[in-house]
């Protein structure tokens, strides 16, 4: 591991984002443009969120299920306006087995079309509904400009895909997921969102209606971190999914889907990392403590060791993950530094002379204080401590968030607000698409999200002074 400095946050965040995901042994770039090699300590995090999200999805009554990577291509063109939102970006599978395909196969962007053209086949009446599935999986979009879990030609999701017999029972469940992402992020990621609507230059192709969580980042960009669309019976239309209702009558089903990939990993080194490296919340830090024993000779390393690992299978014991690091290779200062880069939430320093005093240090990582603790509290005390940094790191994320939410009055406001300070920008909206593109020229900022319900703003729009109809927040994007 490198030992030079990390770049400063306040000086090149992107050069800082880069090396603490390459140094901390998050991923590094594959082979193939735009891939990437997601590494051990990157991947376990990404376990975590996904037993966070698949445990909620399962305590909602949806079943995992999976379907293939690859599908025939006029699947795709059967919803034209899906299929002209991802035209850009689809893979074509044109030969395989050393001969050209007589029909060419996409490689999943997304699944909506193999999925929809499957549900065809199971639904035929009411009773066969609702259809409450997810996927893990991965898909493929050819991105031109790519970034380490933040943007990806190929990357990790889960996407669920549901059925409905009504436009209400549909609703539900798109708002009911949004909930669960909105959850999972404040709760387990400690990361604040702003959950709403898209404008409907933003929704997903095909889609409804788009609902969106977006969380800031610390160098004042947003972040898409979920969505959740509601469908209609755009994508049943399509794809011939009808039932007999209870009347009898023939209808389309109505849909939903909705996702979050390995891009919220991004996300969380964004919103908790600092200088010295990543900053990981305890609920789904790989290594929740990590215990530094310290020796100079192998009679300190005897009376030291034995003492670190009996005190590390108490944590265990308990509930907590925890890690002696015993390499002999590496001096403490070294592992010290290690550590604080990989984000590990508490450290604990076992040296000849705590061994003993009947002590240990302990060391947070969120406020880097260190304090001493009798050998036989430190275990007990783990818990609370680990409770307490993760409530740190989301107040600490929420008082940046709302420092960085603005009211936008007018249009110099707006404009030199998001050029010059960026975070959130709030502000009246008369909803036309004209005044969501001036803005998208003069700073790069795009409407992240509308309130969950439309919202009279009781003003005029910031950008044209026409009637306001919405509430829109502005923001430079990832």
């Not at 594959?30 to 995090?45: D, N, W």
């Not at 020796?295 to 005190?311: F, H, I, N, Q, W």
Request: proline share 6%; net charge negative; with cysteine.
């Amino acid at each position: 591991m490198a030992r030079n400095a990390l770049p400063k946050q306040s000086e090149d965040f992107p050069s800082w984002y880069v090396e603490v995901v390459k140094r901390a042994g998050m991923a590094e770039h594959g082979l193939a443009k735009g891939t990437m090699v997601i590494k051990p300590h990157g991947y376990a995090l990404w376990e975590a969120i996904q037993k966070a999200l698949d445990d909620r999805f399962k305590a909602t009554g949806h079943e995992n299920v999976y379907f293939p990577l690859l599908f025939p291509e006029k699947l795709l063109s059967k919803e034209a306006e899906h299929v002209e939102g991802f035209a850009p970006q689809v893979a074509v599978v044109t030969h395989g087995g050393g001969e050209k395909l007589e029909e060419p196969l996409v490689i999943r962007p997304t699944s909506e079309a193999v999925i929809w053209s499957t549900y065809a086949n199971w639904v035929q009446s009411y009773r066969d509904l609702p259809l409450l599935y997810n996927q893990w999986c991965n898909v493929l979009r050819w991105e031109l400009r790519t970034r380490l879990f933040l943007r990806t030609s190929e990357f990790l999701w889960q996407e669920g895909h549901t059925a409905h017999a009504s436009s209400p029972e549909a609703m539900e469940e798109t708002l009911r997921m949004l909930e669960i992402y909105r959850e999972v992020c404040e709760d387990v990621l400690a990361m604040p969102v702003n959950p709403g609507r898209k404008s409907p230059s933003e929704r997903f192709p095909g889609a409804i209606e788009t609902y969106t969580i977006e969380a800031l980042m610390r160098d004042r960009r947003a972040l898409q971190s979920a969505t959740s669309h509601f469908l209609g019976q755009n994508f049943a239309r399509a794809y011939d999914v009808e039932f007999l209702n209870r009347d009898g009558v023939l209808e389309y089903a109505w849909a939903t889907s909705w996702g979050m990939s390995t891009r919220i990993i991004g996300g969380l080194i964004m919103v908790h990392g600092d200088d010295s490296g990543l900053r990981l919340p305890p609920k789904v830090a790989p290594v929740q403590v990590v215990i530094v024993p310290i020796y100079r000779s192998d009679d300190e390393a005897g009376a030291v060791l034995p003492v670190a690992r009996t005190l590390s299978d108490t944590l265990a014991g308990d509930g907590i993950r925890s890690r002696v690091d015993d390499r002999d290779q590496h001096r403490p200062g070294f592992k010290f530094s290690e550590w604080e880069l990989k984000g590990v939430p508490v450290r604990i320093e076992i040296g000849p002379r705590d061994v003993e005093a009947g002590q240990v240090v302990v060391v947070s990582r969120t406020s880097g204080t260190k304090r001493t603790l009798p050998a036989g509290e430190a275990s007990s005390t783990m818990t609370s401590m680990l409770r307490n940094i993760q409530q740190e790191l989301y107040d600490d994320a929420l008082s940046f968030r709302d420092a960085n939410t603005h009211d936008a009055h007018d249009y110099d406001e707006l404009r030199a607000g998001l050029q010059a300070e960026g975070g959130f920008w709030v502000g009246a909206w008369c909803g036309d698409t004209a005044c969501e593109q001036r803005v998208s020229q003069d700073t790069k900022a795009t409407v992240r999200f509308l309130p969950l319900e439309p919202e009279d703003p009781g003003a005029a729009c910031v950008v044209c002074g026409r009637p306001g109809v919405d509430k829109a927040a502005w923001a430079r994007a990832y």
